[in-house]
């Protein structure tokens, strides 16, 4: 998935697609997307060492 200049990625709405919800999610491989909006991201690093020190995403489920 391409990432557009403002930082934000393209997605598309085809219908044709089978996606699925937080409650339909479960352990192991799927032939589906899911499909959420991201309300809140934040994370935090290490300017001297450059390292990831936490990450933190609020999704909210699509239904």
Do not use: C, Y
């Not at 919800?21 to 001297?48: C, M, T, Y």
Request: cysteine-free; proline content about 3%.
């Amino acid at each position: 998935m391409a990432m557009k200049r403002n930082g934000k990625s393209h997605v598309s709405s085809d219908s044709g697609e089978q996606f699925m919800s937080f409650k339909d999610v479960s352990l192991g491989p799927h032939e589906a997307q899911l499909r959420f909006r991201l309300i809140h991201f934040w994370e935090a690093r290490n300017p001297v060492k450059k390292t990831l020190i936490g990450l933190e995403m609020l999704l909210i489920d699509e239904q």
